[in-house]
């Protein structure tokens, strides 16, 4: 079964920093692109990141370029966000997916707020 | 940015009842390898998104074939012939053609 389990969400003040995680199982992570998702309270969904294979091409939009970054360790079958200088507007569900988007993880809660 | 226009915002439904849903794009989706990157997406709530139809119109592994899509261009259709309850929630079409990658705003199902 295709599994991906987020962690390392929680409550951060403005302009400090969360790493989150994203655990994968149960198909072979390193053949897919990957990608990060986020939705704030009530709101639409976001593409925050994608991620080639190999982790050499990675993509941001312009609200996180600069701030975000994600990488991957195929070894461990593990998928990062980095999130540096964190605003308010950050505050949302992050959901790691398949950048297929034929599977999602349950997704992590992010706050930032002082 | 490929902006996405998901009409109408809300549906009110019976269970039975054939709906659809509509989404335009602001710039073609076909892509030059041929293809054309817009699927559908079901948001239940409290749950995150589920993958319904993908490249316009394929039907992912599992979802009801009560689900259809089609179009091209610019202009796409989500039908859900006969709804059921399970269908409420939000729907969300999303490109990915163009980077960056965007979705629409979601048009929610309601029981009417």
């Known amino acids: 079964e295709v599994q991906l389990v987020e962690s390392g969400g929680g409550l951060v003040q403005p302009g400090r920093s969360l790493k989150l995680s994203c655990a994968a199982s149960g198909f072979t992570f390193s053949n897919y692109y990957m990608a990060w998702v986020r939705q704030a309270p009530k709101k639409g969904l976001e593409w925050v990141a994608t991620i080639s294979t190999s982790g050499s091409r990675t993509y941001y939009p312009d609200s996180v370029k600069g701030r975000f970054t994600i990488s991957r360790d195929n070894a461990k079958s593990s998928l990062y966000l980095q999130m540096n200088s964190l605003k308010s507007e950050d505050t949302a569900t992050y959901y790691c997916?398949?950048?297929?988007?034929?599977?999602w993880g349950q997704g992590a809660s992010v706050t930032v707020s002082s | 940015d490929v902006v996405l226009t998901q009409t109408p915002p809300t549906l009110s439904a019976t269970i039975g009842q054939s709906v659809s849903i509509s989404c335009r794009s602001s710039?073609?989706?076909?892509?030059?390898?041929?293809?054309?990157?817009l699927n559908w997406l079901l948001q239940r709530p409290g749950q995150p998104p589920q993958l319904l139809i993908y490249?316009?119109?394929r039907l992912e592994s599992g979802v009801p074939n009560r689900f259809s899509g089609s179009g091209s261009g610019t202009d796409f259709t989500l039908k859900i012939s006969g709804v059921e309850a399970e269908d409420l929630g939000v729907y969300y079409c999303?490109?990915?053609?163009?980077?960056?990658?965007?979705f629409g705003a979601g048009t929610k199902l309601e029981l009417k």
């Open positions: 490249l316009v119109s």
């Open positions: 710039q073609s989706l076909l892509h030059s390898n041929g293809n054309t990157y």
């Open positions: 997916a398949r950048l297929t988007m034929d599977a």
């Open positions: 999303v490109q990915s053609t163009h980077a960056p990658y965007t």
